[in-house]
């Protein structure tokens, strides 16, 4: 099973808007904090690049709507002279999380106001994804809200009772996670080797610190729906790929 993190956004300059590029530095915290090594820092800093090469830090709050986040921060120039804007970095703290170019001239004595928008949502290939709440969890990290790391695993098995009208819990199988930096995402597998035979209609991935709901395979950080057969005495690995 395979699924990525995508990771968006914008910048506006007095209205004009531009693209938002996610950093490296930024994926590879992102799978770290997935591999259970908390690493995603709060954003707390819009950065202006200016032609000459000089920059300036701005403070600003990044507040949460869902998986989404978004800041406003002003600065008047008043160095003497005619500033011309060419990127601007949404930091936290000294790491570059974003950046976006663009080309904005701010006169002698006067502001540019920056709105910036970030985005992180989940996709997949895999038409039996059905999403999760990783992108908010992730979102948490970046806004402050949440301290821990987005941990995934353990995996649970869920079957679904037509008669109950809901989904039990047919076992929890631990996964080991193993970062790949250089690629930007992490491995996750586990093996499972069930003492009956079961169906097997969703599969939900945990993140640490968000209790699913079983019953109707909700709040799982990832899950997929789709029936599988697993026979008695044999021994099953499942692996799941997470890019970002």
Do not use: C
Not at 146 to 161: C, D, E, K, N
Not at 195 to 212: I, K
Request: charged share 20%.
């Amino acid at each position: 099973m395979g699924m990525a993190v995508r990771l968006g956004g914008e910048v506006k300059l007095n209205g004009v808007r531009y693209g938002n590029s996610p950093t490296d530095t930024l994926k590879v915290d992102i799978v770290n904090d997935m591999a259970g090594t908390a690493s995603i820092s709060k954003l707390d800093t819009i950065e202006l690049v200016f032609s000459d090469g000089s920059t300036v830090d701005l403070s600003a709050a990044f507040t949460r709507s869902g998986n989404k986040l978004t800041a406003q921060a002003e600065w008047t120039n008043d160095t003497g002279s005619d500033k011309t804007v060419t990127a601007v970095r949404l930091k936290a703290g000294n790491k570059v999380y974003f950046e976006s170019s663009v080309s904005a001239t701010v006169p002698n004595g006067g502001s540019i106001t920056i709105n910036a928008e970030v985005t992180i949502t989940l996709s997949s290939t895999d038409t039996d994804f059905g999403g999760g709440v990783l992108d908010v969890e992730i979102a948490k990290r970046l806004s402050g809200e949440r301290a821990s790391a987005v941990a995934l695993g353990p995996l649970h098995l869920l079957q679904y009772s037509s008669a109950e009208g809901r989904y039990g819990l047919i076992a929890e199988v631990s996964l080991s996670a193993t970062a790949d930096t250089e690629n930007k995402k992490v491995m996750l597998t586990g093996k499972y080797t069930p003492s009956t035979n079961y169906t097997v209609d969703a599969e939900g991935v945990v993140v640490a610190g968000v209790q699913p709901d079983v019953g109707s395979a909700a709040n799982y950080g990832l899950v997929w729906f789709r029936s599988l057969t697993l026979n008695a005495n044999v021994e099953y690995t499942f692996t799941i790929e997470v890019t970002a």
